[in-house]
């Protein structure tokens, strides 16, 4: 089921409390972070503590917030943790674009990056709207 194409009803929320990785959203997260693994091995050492941690947590806590929220018994629960996945793509905007400026990503990889993120991001929007209006 494509969550951004506007299918979603209220009855799914049950089938996604079931199992998450059924939503396109944590889907594409999930890549998303694999990928953010894969490119934050070039990175400096002396960064190994720094942004490589923090941009692989930031990463990663967008799925698991997904996972975690279709966990709850509750809709407005469910929705807050889509919103904790959402603050924490944002914070990944902002390291994706630090990297890029201290040229440990060149700009063709932080485009792509970005772009993805973006689409991860309007999706995120439209899933906590329908969240919402279902409480």
């Not at 890549?31 to 692989?56: A, C, H, N």
């Not at 966990?71 to 807050?80: F, K, L, P, V």
Request: with cysteine; aromatic share 12%; net charge positive.
């Amino acid at each position: 089921m494509n969550i951004y194409s506007g299918s979603f009803v209220r009855l799914d929320i049950q089938k996604f409390r079931k199992d998450f990785k059924e939503i396109l959203i944590w889907q594409r997260s999930h890549q998303f972070t694999l990928d953010i693994y894969k490119i934050s091995v070039t990175f400096p050492p002396e960064e190994k503590f720094g942004l490589t941690s923090q941009i692989r947590r930031a990463s990663y806590s967008i799925p698991t917030n997904i996972a975690e929220g279709c966990g709850r018994n509750t809709e407005a629960d469910m929705c807050r943790f889509f919103i904790i996945a959402m603050g924490s793509a944002s914070e990944l905007e902002y390291q994706l674009l630090l990297v890029k400026d201290l040229g440990y990503l060149p700009s063709s990889a932080y485009n792509l990056l970005l772009n993805e993120l973006i689409e991860i991001k309007k999706m995120l929007n439209a899933f906590i709207q329908k969240l919402k209006k279902s409480f």
